[in-house]
């Protein structure tokens, strides 16, 4: 017996999937592989993102078995339980997503050499986490990658995008000793959000549709309104791949307001990527100096910004959000990483580290690198860029409906009232002062 191995990793789908639909086409039987590297376990896994993977998981293998298929899953070192599925089924061929984390490239290295040992080759799959390969646009004027988003925007635009690849019709999969799905304790100990949404291809393909069908149309002016909840929320289907980014593009329509404002946050996506896979060491070191300035060493203060006790409403409620959801909407983001590294002058690193410890989406190269541009840090052409949080309050919350969803303690206050609770009376003991000054307090 021989067959194909399509190995999944971020690519959680069977529609527009370019290795899944490369090893189909290869005409032999196809096993698709899931493994819980406990490599990947020990650095990566939280409890929200567990908990999704599994949900994901549950529906890519309803999807597989409605094909006559059915996901095979194994627990361990990734390369030794694909190399032993190989040597099992006389598998001559690997099908794999392309990654840009450290780990991913490492990995892909390894399989080529285990696998190369039995006679097997690895096929390494572009085009299914971006749209465009990191490495495929490079700068006229030299470079391995652009270090600016807007010239980068320009030749992304440009690029030939390709067209979504169909799911099979049928899968012929030989029998393949698995694991039943674990438990999420089982993979990753400890509390997950209370609110955290989940699902996978099939729920993240009805989460696109709903939104093409309207609410996208009003992406451009409200996408920064933190009131308005107006973001797409798809960014945990993009991280799991139970949607790609190809996927996406050719649901929107580039031609609207909106869809253009939404196609240029997909091409931030694929940036931050092409700069991660070009300088992987990003992930956790400064990808340009601060020079001579040093970061402070506060834990008070860190405790405080963790636990949104900050006394500025505005952070304290994208905070408590994280923790409840698991999720913030990207101006959300931006203001709590700006309050960090900025006006409390803490190291990026710090809370990009409680980022990937809570955000069910988050992965290096748009966490991480988000990170390092609000710090300053990154690729944001004025590294000296600050947010005050109080005006980023009165223009995005002005009546703040966000925070009276997040501070219930805070809800009673009338208006924008609500940013400024110390100009109102409130107690310390429902509320903290702030734990720094920003002008226009």
């Known amino acids: 017996m021989t067959a194909n191995i399509a190995l999944f990793t971020r690519d959680l789908r069977i529609h527009d999937n370019p290795g899944l639909t490369a090893a189909q086409h290869a005409g032999e039987p196809v096993i698709p592989l899931f493994v ?39 627990r361990g070192d990734t390369v030794a339980e694909t190399a032993r599925i190989a040597e099992e089924t006389g598998a001559r061929n690997v099908h794999i997503a392309a990654d840009v984390s450290g780990y991913s490239v490492c990995r892909a290295d390894r399989l080529r050499v285990g696998l190369s040992r039995l006679d097997c080759a690895l096929h390494v799959h572009g085009g299914s986490v971006t749209a465009i390969d990191p ?32 799911a099979p019709r049928r899968l012929t999969t030989p029998p393949v000793t698995g694991i039943p799905l674990p438990e999420p304790a089982d993979l990753c100990p400890g509390p997950s959000s209370p609110l955290l949404v989940v699902g996978g291809s099939a729920t993240g393909r009805k989460a696109l549709h709903e939104w093409v069908s309207g609410p996208i ?42 869809g253009r404002a939404f196609v240029r946050q997909l091409a931030w996506r694929d940036f931050h990527h092409q700069v991660l896979a ?11 100096s601060r020079g001579n300035n040093t970061w402070r060493d506060d834990p008070q203060a860190v405790r405080a910004w963790q636990a949104g006790e900050t006394g500025y ?119 903290p002062a702030p734990i720094v000054e920003c002008a226009g307090m």
């Open 36 to 74: 819980f590297d406990d490599g990947v376990l020990a650095r990566f896994a939280t409890p929200n993102r567990v908990r999704f993977l599994l949900a994901a998981l549950t529906e890519l293998d309803a999807e597989l078995r409605a094909l006559g298929s059915g996901l095979v899953l194994r």
């Open 135 to 166: 490495g495929a646009l490079r700068p006229s004027g030299g470079g391995d990658h652009f270090a600016v988003f807007t010239p980068y925007f320009r030749r992304w635009v440009d690029a030939n995008q390709r067209t979504p690849l169909s």
């Open 217 to 258: 149309d009003y992406y451009a002016e409200r996408a920064d309104r933190l009131d308005f909840d107006a973001t797409s929320h798809l960014s945990p289907y993009l991280h799991f791949g139970s949607l790609s980014t190809v996927q996406i593009l050719a649901a929107v329509d580039p031609a609207s307001e909106g």
């Open 278 to 288: 070009a300088r992987p060491d990003a992930a956790w070191t400064d990808y340009r």
């Open 313 to 431: 409403p505005v952070v304290d409620a994208g905070m408590r959000q994280l923790r409840a959801q698991g999720w913030m909407p990207g101006r959300a983001r931006l203001i709590v990483a700006s309050f960090l590294s900025k006006s409390l002058g803490v190291d990026w690193r710090i809370g990009a580290r409680h980022f990937l410890d809570w955000l069910v989406d988050a992965d290096l190269a748009n966490n991480q690198l988000n990170w390092q541009w609000a710090a300053g840090t990154g690729t944001d052409t004025r590294p000296n860029r600050k947010l005050n949080p109080l005006r980023q309050a009165d223009r995005f919350d002005p009546d703040g409906a966000y925070v009276r969803r997040w501070l219930p303690e805070l809800a009673e206050l009338p208006g924008s009232a609500i940013h400024r609770p110390w100009r109102e009376n409130i107690g310390h003991a429902t509320y």
